[in-house]
């Protein structure tokens, strides 16, 4: 990630660091909030412009993946910069990568049988966590 952005002549510097930092360790897709609020105590300097900044260079570099929502904050993953599956808990929020085995059989399948290619898409369900549905 941190190479390539340097032959983007993107000047790396420490709080630009840690915003990558933080979306290539976590997995639970943050959102830029989460990412400011988790580094501000450690960088005090750190604002959400330099977030949000960052996030949109990466963006561009197609070093992460965003999933925009309309009814809460746009959630990132610095994991999996790709389309695939993700499992969404509609009460706290939480997103997961679920394992997905016949997923490019699926995909041929759908191309052969509509004659379309395929170059992009975005498959969200929308469910109850375990920790959720326990409550
Ligand atoms: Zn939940
Ligand atoms: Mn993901």
């Not at 992460?64 to 499992?87: A, C, Q, T, V, W």
């Amino acid at each position: 990630m941190i190479a390539k952005l340097k032959n983007n002549e993107f000047r790396i510097t420490p709080q630009r660091y840690a915003v990558l930092k933080v979306l290539a360790q976590s997995e639970n897709h943050p959102s830029a909030e989460r990412i400011y609020e988790q580094l501000v105590a450690d960088y005090p300097t750190m604002s959400p412009a330099t977030v949000y900044k960052t996030i949109n260079l990466l963006k561009k570099n197609g070093e992460i993946l965003e999933l925009e929502f309309s009814e809460m904050s746009n959630r990132y993953d610095g994991n999996k910069p790709y389309p695939h599956p993700h499992m969404i808990c509609t009460k706290c929020g939480v997103i997961v990568d679920p394992p997905v085995d016949d997923f490019e059989k699926l995909k041929s399948k759908m191309m052969e049988e509509t004659g379309f290619t395929i170059s992009s898409f975005r498959l969200d369900f929308f469910g109850l966590c375990p920790d959720c549905r326990g409550k």
